[in-house]
């Protein structure tokens, strides 16, 4: 089984500083990871996805992330951090799976996500 | 559209109630997912279809929800008597192909039950 842990609920930051959102999963296979976005009462925005080749992926808005496979994380990470980017983030990670049948597909399983918050 | 869509936006059900929530994926999407997300909660699994069948319904919490997608494209969540703790945001994503290395949400429907 798969699973997903988001270590901080809340993130607080200064406009300008660092952002870093941390996630580590767990899969028995080799699995598909997604940082998405969610602003309020919307719904969710997909910023960057590793599946194969480069472990760090750069997404929209600045942000990027690194797979490491040793330590089963998947951080994301901005250098400079914009009033705009105040949101819920959450990782996902999709591993494939097979119904009774024997037909496969990607299950999608997210983590409880980060609620960033950008200070002045 | 281009993108997922899903009606109605909001609904507000009395408790014992049944509602029908509607997803229209992208279209030539094979797979579409139903998730549900609690307030301050991430977006738990309910069902997958891949066109029109039905591959995973392993997080449905009770046989009182119930999916379809009968012709591998509109999909319907049904709640039936519907009880306090249904009241979340149901999410609806679709995807091009089964390995769903990209999935593309709607913006979900908010289910209050009084």
């Known amino acids: 089984a798969q699973s997903v842990t988001q270590l901080g609920s809340h993130v607080s930051v200064s406009e300008g500083a660092l952002v870093l959102l941390r996630c580590n999963y767990s899969s028995s296979v080799p699995p598909y990871l997604f940082w998405y976005v969610q602003y309020p009462n919307q719904g969710l925005q997909l910023l960057l996805k590793y599946t194969t080749g480069a472990t760090l992926v750069k997404g929209i808005n600045g942000f990027e992330a690194e797979f490491k496979k040793s330590e089963t994380s998947f951080h994301l990470t901005k250098p400079s951090a914009h009033m705009s980017d105040a949101a819920e983030y959450f990782c996902?990670?999709?591993?494939?799976?097979?119904?009774?049948?024997?037909?496969?597909?990607?299950?999608?399983?997210f983590g409880q996500g980060t609620i960033l918050t950008v200070h002045p | 559209g281009a993108g997922v869509s899903q009606s109605p936006r909001y609904k507000v059900a009395k408790r014992g109630q049944d509602v029908a929530l509607r997803c229209d994926p992208i279209?030539?999407?094979?797979?579409l997912f139903w998730y549900q997300q609690a307030l301050g909660q991430g977006p738990e699994f309910l069902t997958y279809f891949q066109n029109e069948a039905q591959l995973d319904k392993s997080g449905l919490p009770s046989d009182r929800f119930f999916a379809e997608r009968p012709e591998g494209s509109v999909s319907t969540l049904k709640i039936q008597r519907t009880q306090q703790e249904d009241s979340a945001v149901y999410l609806c994503?679709?995807?091009?192909?089964?390995?769903?290395?990209?999935?593309?949400f709607g913006q979900g429907t908010r289910l209050t039950v009084v």
């Open positions: 996902a990670v999709t591993s494939t799976v097979w119904d009774a049948g024997g037909t496969s597909y990607g299950k999608l399983t």
């Open positions: 994503a679709s995807s091009p192909g089964p390995l769903n290395t990209e999935a593309f």
């Open positions: 279209s030539g999407h094979v797979s």
